[in-house]
């Protein structure tokens, strides 16, 4: 029998990765500064993204699928990973916990992402996602000494093995009807065997949108995230409420739209009151938090909700929406989380709403950075977040949701309560405590990239569109 290596070309990001996060371990062994970890890392990631410009492709038969869909989410996972190192650098300084496995545990958890966003199999998907939630779990628990980081630790590793189980069972299910796990061949099968009425088809199609909901944080399905979110390391809860969630919408997209797309009608069905439900307990339950990062979590669901749209609408301008969304939303939500990190200090955490007093008098442009991230979070224009907003509502019109539409733009309407909530506090109210700011230059270099995107992406959306557009051509 003739064996014939795999063409490892359609790999090249991924094995890239996979070797600067082995250097970073070994790096370091031998230098104390952390600092330098962290700029290897980033120059490392920088490099590895130039890969991405080579060619695509399939090896391991199709289980692996190097393309331009991909590609767009390898790009978010790449910025997720250089912003959140940069805001790094002086937050686990300050915590105290430096330690250098936690740069290559960053790496580790994107080369998850990275394998999800290319899974044409699902026990590639599977292999992707385990390799992304084990690395997260460490980081959420990180600050060993802080009994609310163990806590998030535990929390997410219990109800993440619980959606797994969901998971394996979905796809035990469709392999066990099917007799295999290619998307591909199962989407032939379904066609060629007639089964977009079986049971059986329906019933693994809930246990999978169970554990990608899980991975997406959709309620009722959200569970975790506020309590992780608040005990996690700030810079790790900015790093897990945009890589793990668009790693999630990867897969929903590529699993549901071409494995499943004979029962589009079914999990439609399913994903429409789902959507609702999300975008209501994120913008209702956010109004009560006092806690800011609680309230991120919260604003973190419905945008999950907001993004569902674009899965339910299920064709390539509902999917070219949904992709362009969490770019906006992987720079506007890092921002806000930078903002909070630069309050961080020796003895100050920043993290209730009410340490934002009058920040607007004591420092203005740290006042001036939140209030253009707050607005972005809300869809006011001419920031990014109106953009992603407007697309994704005119993918969903197109299709004949617009009822869904209204619905969305009333709960998106109430968000504005409680991330406007916090400009007033900025401008509106006296300082009660002198706050003071020690800003990092990583820190700064992280609010002065994410402003940007979020400025110019408001005011010319073009290039980030026909991005998203020419990334799915053939999908």
């Given at each position: 029998m003739n064996f014939q290596f795999p063409d490892l070309t359609p790999m090249r990001p991924e094995l890239l990765m996979t070797a600067l996060a082995l250097i970073v371990i070994l790096v370091d062994l031998f230098v104390r500064k952390k600092e330098v970890i962290a700029l290897i890392s980033m120059a490392g990631v920088a490099l590895v993204g130039l890969s991405l410009l080579g060619p695509g492709g399939e090896t391991f038969g199709t289980m692996f699928i190097s393309d331009g869909y991909s590609t767009f989410f390898k790009v978010i996972f790449f910025i997720n990973v250089i912003l959140t190192i940069l805001i790094s650098i002086k937050y686990?300084?300050?915590?105290?916990?430096?330690?250098?496995?936690?740069?290559?545990?960053?790496?580790?958890s994107t080369i998850g992402m990275m394998i999800m966003a290319s899974a044409g199999d699902l026990i590639v998907l599977y292999l992707g996602l385990e390799l992304m939630a084990l690395s997260t779990y460490i980081l959420a628990g990180f600050i060993r000494h802080d009994i609310k980081s163990n806590e998030a630790a535990l929390k997410y590793f219990l109800l993440g093995?619980?959606?797994?189980?969901?998971?394996?069972?979905?796809?035990?299910?469709?392999?066990?009807?099917?007799?295999?796990?290619?998307?591909?061949?199962?989407?032939?099968?379904i066609n060629e065997r007639g089964l977009s009425d079986n049971f059986s088809l329906l019933l693994s199609v809930i246990f999978l949108i169970v554990a990608f909901s899980f991975k997406i944080a959709a309620a009722p399905f959200h569970m975790w995230a506020p309590d992780v979110y608040e005990g996690a390391p700030t810079s790790i809860t900015a790093f897990m409420s945009v890589g793990p969630k668009?790693?999630?919408?990867?897969?929903?997209?590529?699993?549901?739209?071409?494995?499943?797309?004979?029962?589009?009608?079914?999990w439609a069905a399913i994903l429409i009151p789902l959507s609702i439900l999300t975008?209501?307990?994120?913008?209702?339950?956010?109004?009560?938090?006092?806690?800011?990062?609680?309230?991120?979590?919260?604003?973190?669901?419905?945008?999950?909700?907001?993004?569902?749209?674009?899965?339910?609408?299920?064709?390539?301008?509902?999917?070219?929406?949904?992709?362009n969304y969490l770019m906006i939303y992987a720079f506007m939500n890092i921002g806000a989380f930078a903002v909070i990190i630069m309050l961080r200090s020796e003895g100050f955490k920043g993290d209730s709403i009410y340490d934002y007093e009058g920040l607007a008098k004591t420092h203005p442009l740290a006042a001036a950075l939140m209030l253009i991230f707050m607005f972005s979070l809300t869809g006011i224009p001419p920031t990014a977040g109106f953009i992603g907003k407007l697309y994704i509502f005119m993918a969903a019109i197109n299709a004949g949701y617009t009822w869904l539409v209204v619905v969305a733009v009333l709960f998106s309407a109430i968000s504005a309560y409680f991330y406007l909530r916090i400009?007033?506090?900025?401008?509106?109210?006296?300082?009660?405590?002198?706050?003071?700011?020690?800003?990092?230059?990583?820190?700064?270099?992280?609010?002065?990239?994410?402003?940007?995107?979020?400025?110019?992406?408001g005011i010319f959306p073009t290039a980030l569109v026909e991005f998203a557009k020419a990334a799915i051509k053939g999908f």
């Open positions: 686990i300084a300050v915590e105290r916990v430096n330690y250098g496995e936690y740069y290559s545990l960053i790496l580790f093995a619980f959606s797994s189980g969901f998971l394996l069972y979905g796809i035990s299910i469709i392999y066990g009807l099917t007799g295999t796990t290619d998307l591909k061949a199962i989407a032939s099968f668009a790693a999630g919408f990867a897969v929903f997209g590529r699993v549901f739209l071409v494995a499943f797309a004979a029962v589009k009608v079914d975008m209501a307990v994120g913008n209702i339950v956010a109004l009560s938090q006092t806690n800011i990062k609680r309230m991120l979590a919260y604003s973190s669901i419905a945008h999950a909700g907001y993004a569902l749209l674009g899965i339910i609408v299920a064709n390539n301008e509902g999917l070219a929406s949904m992709m400009v007033m506090y900025m401008y509106m109210k006296d300082p009660k405590i002198t706050v003071s700011l020690t800003t990092s230059f990583s820190n700064g270099v992280a609010l002065a990239v994410t402003t940007a995107a979020v400025l110019i992406i």
